[in-house]
């Protein structure tokens, strides 16, 4: 772990949506509190049950936010990327994590204490009103995906899984969007509810109609993203 001098021109704060309300010698002060630390590809960040001491960043790579079930597998609750926080529940209401963190790659993280963060909070209340909105947007996310995996069909799901990551992760190329999976397909399945088996069998009926394209195991074109709503 080290202080984050290279930070400044970087996602840690500008490209923060938490921070995006707040100018130049703002940004500059709160980089003075910021350490930075890297995880490799696989690595947990934080078990379920640990209290954190930090509200921590995502500065560049992407992590999955996942409970354990009964029955020994996965439910992947969220995907965070550059920009993404958490640990907000250990700083405001002092409770245990609620999920573990996993880097999905090589993955580096911004940190800032408790204390730190409390008094960032009193001098600037527009962070505190941004961490409420991207954590409503959350809950939203939470709510759609249950109501899918009770209501919606499986090939409802796999259409709404890739045009999700499509925005997030996909680039527009001549012959569609481009998208660099975020998951594996064991990942998708946990993460929308479904086997691994189904989410591999559906792919496969998509790219033999021809509206989709798989690139090995890590990427996937969407070559007709209209016959997907």
């Known amino acids: 772990m080290h202080h984050c001098e290279t930070c400044k021109n970087n996602v840690c704060t500008k490209r923060v949506p938490i921070f995006s309300l707040l100018n130049h010698d703002e940004l500059n002060k709160i980089i003075n509190l910021i350490n930075r630390k890297v995880y490799k590809r696989n690595e947990i960040i934080i078990l379920e049950g640990q209290y ?14 996942f409970k354990n079930t009964i029955d020994g597998k996965q439910q992947i609750l ?9 640990g907000e529940k250990s700083l405001f209401m002092n409770e245990k994590a609620s999920y573990s963190i996993e880097a999905l790659e090589e993955t580096s993280i911004c940190m800032i204490g408790k204390k730190d963060f409390q008094n960032l909070l009193s001098q600037y209340p527009n962070i505190g009103l941004k961490i409420m909105e991207e954590l409503s947007k959350r ?13 919606k069909s499986v090939d409802a799901r796999i259409y709404d899984v890739l045009l999700e990551f499509a925005k997030s992760y996909g680039t527009q190329e001549k012959e569609g969007i481009l998208i660099d999976l975020p998951l594996s397909r064991e990942g998708i399945a946990n993460y929308i509810g479904l086997t691994r088996e189904t989410v591999s069998r559906k792919l496969s009926n998509l790219q033999e109609e021809n ?3 798989m690139i ?9 993203k209209h016959k997907l709503f």
């Open 211 to 213: 509206i989709i394209k």
């Open 52 to 65: 954190l001491k930090n509200l921590v960043i995502i500065n560049n790579g992407k992590v999955k936010a």
């Open 78 to 86: 969220y995907i965070f990327s550059s920009g993404d926080f958490f």
């Open 216 to 224: 090995g195991n890590k990427k996937i074109l969407i070559k007709d």
């Open 139 to 151: 809950i939203e996310r939470l709510e759609n995906a249950i109501e899918n995996m009770g209501t």
